[in-house]
């Protein structure tokens, strides 16, 4: 599967849309990552426990936006674009987004 943030992949053609795809993933870090994470706020810097919670999100949003899009007949996702938000205070969200669609190889000579 092709993943592009752009509106098209170089050397191929969009012969099919199939609409709109995403990923959702809510995450929690537990109480001991938390009170970690609150000790180390209070020194600043970057907290390392948030940082990879939400490259983990992330991760999985994209493997489940590709599989949906999988789903529904489509090699490749364009426009890719993440969208993320706190819920209670407590928990993250993340979402991965795209436009599914079919996607061909351009003839060699520039068909």
């Known amino acids: 599967m092709i993943v592009s ?28 990552g938390n009170i970690i994470a609150f000790l180390r706020s209070l020194a600043g810097g970057e907290i390392h ?15 489940r936006m590709v599989h949906n899009a999988t789903g529904m007949g489509a090699n490749a996702i364009l426009t890719m674009r993440f969208d993320s938000s706190e819920l209670g205070g407590t928990m993250s969200e993340v979402v991965a987004y795209g436009t599914a669609v079919v996607v061909e190889p351009l003839e060699a000579g520039g068909g």
Request: proline share 0%; aromatic share 6%.
């Open 5 to 32: 943030t752009t509106n098209f992949i170089a050397g191929h053609r969009v012969v099919e849309t199939k609409g709109q795809v995403f990923g959702v993933v809510v995450r929690s870090r537990g109480l001991g």
């Open 49 to 63: 426990e948030y940082t990879q919670l939400l490259e983990d999100a992330r991760r999985q949003a994209i493997d």
